[in-house]
């Protein structure tokens, strides 16, 4: 099932811990009823989802645009078939390397949906990381390496080359914590220690 819609590849996006803006996906997190009008552009300021966005927003091109370095892609921010083959690429990964190491049943559809989210949710528990749901790229690296325990056929994850991209990726989760935290989705304490596991 190929990522379609911008619904899709915004669902991607968040799933992998792609940063979506203070509103996040479904408008989690924001405390203040503040219209972002320079980022996301002329918009009914009532809209409190980017689910219902028609458009690439800025949050979301910043989204494409980290995905894109993340993975060794040309970095435009640009949103096209290639990028979304690449995410939907990247979620099939994701999901088989859920497969294997959970042994579990899984559809491998390329789109990260409630049986994905359950599943990272499942594998977070068992290596007793915070209990997000999302396969940040530290996740999926993890996951990687306990699937090539099982595999002789690695998956392969992305990842940064330079220092400037692993402090963009350090940002990024940062970031994504921060959006857990506020979310109630991880305790101050499993916030604390994942950022002391991040920082160098």
Known sequence: MPVTSL???RENLDGLGYYLGPRGL??????V????REILGAIDCNVTSLRQLANVDGYTRAAILQYQIDSNLAATGNDGPQL???IEK???ILQDNLKKVLNTEIELSGNYRRATYSAVKSYQRSRSLPITGIATITVRRRLNDDARGGSSTPSP???PTSELD????LRSDLITLKASLQSRQITDEEFIREVFIRVP
């Open 7 to 9: 619904a899709d590849l």
């Open 26 to 31: 479904d408008g989690l997190g924001n405390s």
């Open 33 to 36: 009823n503040a219209c972002d």
């Open 84 to 86: 979304r083959s690449a």
């Open 90 to 92: 990247t979620v099939r």
């Open 157 to 159: 994850t992305p990842s």
């Open 166 to 169: 692993q402090l963009r990726k």
